[in-house]
Nanobody, 112 residues
Framework: QVQLVTSGGGSVQPGGSLRLSCAAS????????MLWFRQAPGKGIEWVST????????TYRESVKGRFTASRDNAKNTLYLQMNSLKPEDTAVYYC?????RGQGTQVTVSS
């Protein structure tokens, strides 16, 4: 049974930083492509980033390029999303996903 537990969300001021984590179990993490999604209030879910297992290719949506960094620690079965220079429009519930399965999400609020 695949489980994805996301943590690290919170409230920050514009320009602040947060680091999200997604702990995975029930999968062979080292060969799994991992994705980050988010859903802002009143809006649909949007893709944020994909980090592939092989090759170690990472892609981002245009609006987060240069500010967000996805990474993975295969030894810890954990996916990360380092978010810097946060903007109010980054406010959303953030989810990790693999193999069509999405975790429970963590709230990120950017507000002054």
């Amino acid at each position: 049974q695949v489980q994805l537990v996301t943590s690290g969300g919170g409230s920050v001021q514009p320009g602040g930083s947060l680091r999200l984590s997604c702990a995975a179990s029930g999968i062979t993490f080292g060969i799994a492509d991992m994705l980050w999604f988010r859903q802002a209030p009143g809006k649909g879910i949007e893709w944020v980033s994909t980090i592939r297992s092989s090759p170690d290719l990472i892609t981002y949506r245009e609006s987060v390029k240069g500010r967000f960094t996805a990474s993975r620690d295969n030894a810890k079965n954990t996916l990360y999303l380092q978010m810097n220079s946060l903007k109010p429009e980054d406010t959303a519930v953030y989810y990790c996903e693999t193999q069509g399965i999405r975790g429970q999400g963590t709230q990120v609020t950017v507000s002054s």
